[in-house]
């Protein structure tokens, strides 16, 4: 999983021809910890159809600002560019997965 900056954000995320999943994040959120690994699971299990990225919401405000996270973490899916779904707070990885899945479906 790759580290985006408000600086890269464009490249790394907007710009890409597949889907995004960033995750919005912060040193000192617990359950940003959490989600963490699962995150790194799904990034290497499903390489070829989806990036995933991560951003430090307190060394980059722009991005957090620009997509009105509120809470951490906040994972938001990109599609073409522009923002298709947000998953607010840590879950387990079959959920996540199914709730990708889904929306993956439906864009």
């Not at 912060?26 to 995933?52: F, K, N, S, Y």
């Not at 938001?76 to 709730?99: Q, T, Y």
Request: aromatic share 6%; net charge negative.
């Amino acid at each position: 999983m790759r580290t985006v900056t408000d600086e890269s954000f464009e490249q790394e995320v907007l710009r890409q021809d597949k889907p995004v999943l960033v995750d919005f994040w912060a040193q000192w959120c617990p359950p940003c910890h959490m989600i963490a690994p699962v995150l790194d699971e799904i990034a290497a299990e499903r390489a070829g159809t989806l990036a995933v990225r991560k951003i430090n919401t307190d060394e980059n405000p722009v991005s957090m600002r620009d997509y009105q996270v509120m809470s951490l973490p906040t994972l938001m899916l990109f599609r073409d560019g522009k923002p298709v779904r947000a998953f607010i707070g840590a879950r387990p990885k079959a959920r996540l997965l199914a709730e990708l899945d889904d929306a993956l479906r439906g864009i």
